[in-house]
């Protein structure tokens, strides 16, 4: 390769004229094209050098030779432009144009250079520029030739690939085969190793177990418990029928192991099941005994070891054996612990006296009912210890199921009792309904899972009976009564009735739901119950807006209607004299009214919208007395001829003149008017001696002698006005003047 420096000496001569022959600078060299040869191609500060010593892509038509011996400087700097000449082509940039001379030439010249020296700087220039432009193409044309060749490799370098590829793939493929295999084996080898362990403690578990856990302590018993577990998971797991023989012998080996534990478990319930007095802890409002802290440790300990294993065991039933256990001990020592209150609250039911009425925690129902939240509650919190959460629920419903059969049986014995003694013991229905709803209440929030509504059942029906036949039984007791007070005097069936409404007023609570789920006014007809007990209810069975004191208000107002209305009838029939018989309602009347303003019944009947029925019967009773008194007043009237004359005056219009009036009569007349005053005096006297002679409370005769005075009294004072001259005085046929008539009236009242 020959460097031509890039030096403004050549525009000095340096190339001869057009028409010279070329000079040959590269005849020297002709030899070396037997050596090796490369391509140098120098661009900018890039030099591009490709080895074809070896290639066979380069044909032997054409050889590239080595030009850097002709010059000392690096043939790759920065000064020096790279030639690339084949020797054999036609191509050569340094053709018979140009002539390329060395630097040591540059210094020379002739006179045929001198004359030239005008027109030579341009020419030189042109040259220059003509011959770089025909290098580059050169070099572009070699340029292109590479890249043809190099895509060429580049394609055999892909083929080349490929066949690699598909060469190799196989033998990774099976590289791949034999790693999953590898690891299978490994992983066969730790599933035996496994296998071996199991078999390998064996021995060791079987001397734990079978010496016991008091022998060896009950936290190793356990674990050696669960790591036989394991090891039986294990080898289940495995499936493999070499080890059915050694899984056979591990489930015995638990199975054992479960009935040791159970054992001490049952050991350790046992140390506290002994009955205790309930009266002793609520009079001393002391807490119930709980399992010791230590036990209750113990019992947690064993119970998860027998649940988890009692959850590999598929033939176990739904509850746990250690929840079986707990309740069949515990449950009978709440039982036998309460028995003596069950005992208290039947015997406190009997009554002394058949007419006797229920008083109010006079049962000792209520200290059972205490007796029995306290020790469930006690219990509850021992299961919370000993079991674990999600078996909360069921331990607790096991182990109350005992003393709440025997709570069931002592209220179904109430019950019967009650049901016997409807009248006089339904009060104590209401009682326990209040209790044992109140203690269902409390329970059940604090436990979650104790409802005693069914036990409840068949007292709340008896309690809606009781209000049907409360109300049956003043009608048949009226309507079998034979006689009744000849002095018009109150029954001591009313009494009894307002002080049977006195103590239902002590349980507005239960009543108000009885009575809301019986429906108003369902309790007037026998049906009302039967169809509430044992058909669908209605709508207005299920008014859960329907207030409580206002329908206890309205049985109020219909037990004293159902009251009176039947002694009316009774007295209608019994008793002859209308008087006697408005007394005799006009003393019921006062008996009720008088009971009811000495009690609570007042503040229930107040929200009533309704008026009280029995006020209208106090007006039908006093109407009735003064029936009898209307004779007397008769008496006390006269006739009056306008056509004789004008009328006297009468009353306040001015001064009456008795002796004229009496003066203007005739015989007949003044003897008309003597007969009216002696049957007045007769009627009079019978009828006050009568007045006295009946049987009335304090305020009813207050009130029947306010009344008959504003009827007599009027009348008598203008009759009197006018006749009383009659007798001059003398008293035969005038027997009270208006003051002593107003005595005699006010009289009737003192006694």
């Known amino acids: 390769m020959y460097l031509r420096p890039r030096s403004p000496l050549a525009s000095k001569g340096a190339l001869s004229s057009p028409s010279a022959s070329p000079t040959k600078p590269f005849e020297g060299i002709e030899n070396e094209r037997s050596q090796p040869s490369s391509l140098y191609l120098s661009q900018s500060e890039s030099d591009v050098l490709i080895d074809t010593r070896d290639d066979d892509h380069f044909s032997d038509d054409h050889e590239i030779i080595n030009y850097n011996e002709f010059t ?23 053709d018979d144009k140009y002539a390329i001379e060395d630097d040591d030439h540059s210094s020379s010249s002739d006179e045929s250079d001198h004359d030239l020296a005008m027109v030579g700087p341009r020419n030189v220039a042109h040259a220059e520029e003509s011959a770089e432009v025909e290098v580059l193409y050169a070099n572009l044309d070699k340029l292109k030739t590479l890249t043809k060749k190099m895509q060429a490799s580049l394609a055999r370098l892909e083929a080349n690939g490929r066949v690699v590829k598909e060469a190799i793939g196989p033998v990774h493929d ?42 060896v302590g009950l936290q190793e018993y356990i674990a050696s418990l669960q790591r036989t577990y394991q090891a039986l998971a294990n ?38 099941v002994q009955p205790v007095e309930p009266l002793h802890y609520i009079t001393k409002q002391l807490p119930f005994p709980a399992l010791p802290e230590e036990n209750a440790a113990k019992l947690r300990s064993i119970e998860s070891s027998l649940s988890w294993s009692d959850s590999s065991d598929e033939s176990t039933n739904r509850d746990s054996v250690s929840m079986r256990t707990y309740s069949t001990l515990r449950g009978p ?75 069931e049986k002592t209220l179904g014995d109430l019950n019967l009792h009650i049901k016997s003694n409807i009248t006089t013991d339904c009060f104590l229905a209401y009682e326990i309904i209040d209790i044992i709803t109140n203690l269902s209440f409390r329970l059940e ?7 005693l509504a069914l036990s409840l059942k068949p007292i709340r029906d008896t309690a809606k009976f009781s209000l049907v036949e409360l109300l049956e039984e003043v009608r048949k007791r009226i309507q ?70 206002q329908l206890l208000a309205h049985y109020i107002n219909d037990t004293i209607e159902t009251l009176l209305q039947s002694l009316d009838s009774k007295a209608r029939i019994l008793l002859k004299s209308k008087s006697i018989l408005g ?100 009627i009079f006297e019978e009828l006050s001696a009568k007045h006295k002679s009946l049987a009335m409370e304090r305020e009813v005769r207050s009130q ?7 009827m007599i009294e009027p009348l008598y004072g203008r009759f009197w006005d006018r006749y009383h001259e009659i007798d001059k005085g003398k008293g035969k046929y005038v027997k009270y003047d208006k003051g002593g008539l107003s005595a005699q009236l006010a009289g009737l009242a003192l006694v």
Not at 445 to 451: E, I, P, V
């Open 72 to 94: 000392n400087d690096n043939p790759f700097s920065d000064d020096h432009e790279s030639v690339n000449y084949d020797a054999d082509s036609e191509g050569n940039p340094f």
């Open 174 to 215: 099976n590289t791949q085969s034999s790693q999953t295999v590898i690891q299978n084996i490994d992983r066969v080898l730790a599933a035996i190793e496994k296998l071996q362990k199991p078999l390998e403690g064996k021995v060791r578990e079987e001397k734990i177990i079978h010496a016991g856990p008091y022998n």
């Open 235 to 272: 080898m289940s797991a495995s499936n493999l029928r070499v080890n059915q023989e050694a899984v056979g012998d591990l489930k015995s080996l638990l199975a054992y192991g479960r009935s040791q534990l159970q054992a001490v478990f049952r050991s350790i319930l046992n140390e506290n």
């Open 333 to 407: 020592y709440i039982t036998n612990s309460l028995h003596n209150l069950a005992t208290a609250s039947l015997s406190t039911a009997r009554k002394k006296s058949p007419d006797e009425n229920y008083r109010q925690n006079t049962n000792g129902i209520g200290t059972y009912a205490t007796g029995m939240e306290q020790m469930l509650l006690a219990e509850y919190h021992n299961i919370t210890t000993v079991f674990s959460q999600e078996n909360w629920a069921t331990a607790f419903k096991l182990t109350h199921y005992h003393p709440l059969a025997e709570f």
């Open 445 to 451: 929030d604090r436990t979650g899972g104790l409802k």
């Open 480 to 549: 079998n009564m034979q006689v009744l007070p000849v002095d018009g005097a109150a029954i001591p069936l009313t009494t009894a009735i307002m002080t049977r409404l006195q103590i239902m007023i002590l349980y507005p609570q239960p009543l108000a739901s009885i009575m809301t789920a019986l429906g108003d006014g369902n309790w007037l007809s026998a049906s009302g119950t039967s169809s509430s007990s044992t058909s669908v209810p209605s709508v207005q069975s299920f008014d859960v807006g329907a207030d409580g004191r």
């Open 583 to 682: 007394v005799f309602l006009a003393n019921n009347v006062a008996v009720v009214n008088r009971m009811i303003h000495s009690s609570d019944i007042t503040s229930i009947l107040s929200g009533s919208p309704s008026p009280p029925k029995w006020d209208i019967w106090r007006k039908k009773g006093n109407s009735a007395y003064l029936d009898s008194w209307k004779e007397a007043c008769s008496a006390l009237l006269d006739v009056q001829y306008t056509s004789r004359g004008a009328r006297p005056p009468s009353g306040s219009q001015g001064m009456i003149d008795s002796a004229a009036i009496i003066k203007s009569l005739g015989g007949k007349e003044k003897d008309a008017i003597k007969e009216k005053f002696k049957t007045f005096n007769t």
């Open 704 to 710: 029947l002698s306010r009344e008959v005075g504003a």
